[in-house]
């Protein structure tokens, strides 16, 4: 239970929250702060204003209200405190991994800043929600969040006046979910964060900005695409689409291999990768990468590839499968320090309660960081092309 694993880590959680301590001038605010971690840390089941406040025996939600929506502290600065912590305790130079994602945060009425009928992926279907982009950090020490994005749909940003009331400047524009995570892997890389590989789902993956920004800064990638991606054959200025390449492979070109352990054993698929892009820069392949389920022939993920020559089918296996994490992560912000148990409408307020659960999130990493153990490295294929 959380209370038990904080409870006899007291002093883990004084030496964490020490790190923001700089951000908040005052001592109000930074022991609000505190407070308001620690609530979100405990076991009360709904984490929004009023059961934070009783969880740290308040007599109503003004105190957490103020630091939300009031006191002065900037939450950016405490992002990369919470970024520098998990790297910290969790970097691997040689096996992190960046991942983007989005998850949806549902809603009534209109006043929050974002909301929309918009696809929210935590409903499955268009909902009345705001939908926050993020970026994992995940090894095999662990993984958390580590940025994250509110974003406005053009209906918001094309309505100044409603943005204002909504605490939302007139110097913020619409900006697609892609771009937003890209602007995150440009912050990620600019801190110098150690990570060797950057994964994605579709909407990211399909996006060539995103991946022309990673090859141009030598960046391995394994970005899930739609069946209908165009890819460049190894025919001379040849172009097929996604299924259609894979759909030419043998039969012979299958490998099951497991993309790591689930809650009911090993994730087994059967997986190929086809050679794409003929002009090559030295020391870099491309490959197009399927993965087939193991009880329907027909249902196929794909996946564009860049990565060192020599990179073997399971290292990509692996990264593929490796978007468990950014899953996990939501599953257990929103389960535990309470990623989507705000009650906020303003802008500032969201970005601040979400980098508190971040933080809240980051802790619980670092306390499990001992009892990770070491994976075995598989046997390899070379996939490299001749």
């Keep these: 239970m959380l209370g038990e694993i904080t409870d006899g880590w007291s002093g883990a959680f004084g030496d964490f929250v020490a790190r923001f301590a700089g951000r908040f001038g005052r001592v109000e605010s930074r022991r609000r702060m505190v407070s308001y971690l620690r609530g979100l840390l405990s076991?009360?089941?709904?984490?929004?204003?009023?059961?934070?406040?009783?969880?740290?025996g308040d007599g109503g939600p003004q105190g957490m209200q103020r630091l939300l929506n009031h006191y002065l502290w900037d939450a950016d600065a405490m992002r990369d405190d919470v970024r520098d912590a998990v790297v910290e305790h969790l970097g691997d130079s040689e096996r992190g991994i960046l991942i983007l994602d989005e998850t949806g945060?549902?809603?009534?009425?209109?006043?929050?800043?974002?909301?929309?009928r918009q696809y929210s992926g935590t409903a499955g279907r268009i909902e009345n929600s705001q939908v926050g982009v993020f970026l994992a950090y995940g090894s095999g020490k662990g993984r958390a969040l580590i940025d994250r994005e509110l974003y406005l749909p053009k209906e918001w940003t094309s309505d100044r006046e409603r943005c204002r009331s909504a605490g939302i400047g007139d110097d913020v524009e619409f900006t697609t979910k892609p771009d937003l995570g890209l602007r995150m892997l440009k912050r990620a890389v600019e801190a110098g964060i150690p990570f060797e590989w950057v994964t994605a789902d579709e909407l990211y993956g399909q996006t060539s900005r995103i991946r022309v920004w990673l090859e141009e800064h030598d960046i391995p990638h394994v970005l899930a695409v739609p069946k209908s991606q165009m890819v460049m054959t190894m025919e001379f200025f040849g172009q097929a689409r996604a299924h259609k390449l894979i759909g030419e492979l043998s039969a012979e070109t299958w490998a099951r291999v497991s993309c790591g352990d689930g809650a009911h054993g090993p994730r087994e698929y059967d997986w190929a990768a086809a050679a794409i892009r003929p002009w090559r820069r030295e020391g870099w392949d491309h490959w197009l990468l399927a993965r087939r389920s193991t009880t329907d022939p027909t249902d196929i993920a794909y996946y564009i590839c860049f990565c060192p020559a020599g990179t073997s089918l399971e290292d990509l296996v692996r990264i593929a499968g490796s978007r468990w994490m950014v899953e996990e992560c939501f599953q257990t912000a929103k389960n535990e320090t309470g990623l989507d148990h705000y009650q906020v409408r303003g802008y500032t307020a969201w970005y601040r309660h979400i980098t508190l659960s971040m933080a809240a999130l980051a802790f619980l990493a670092v306390l499990r960081v001992e009892v990770k153990k070491g994976i075995q490295k598989p046997a390899t294929t070379d996939l490299s092309y001749p």
Excluded at 46 to 53: F, I, P, Q, S
Excluded at 105 to 116: H, I, M, T, W
């Design 105 to 116: 945060f549902l809603k009534k009425g209109l006043r929050s800043a974002g909301v929309a």
């Design 43 to 56: 076991e009360t089941e709904r984490k929004n204003g009023w059961t934070l406040a009783e969880a740290v």
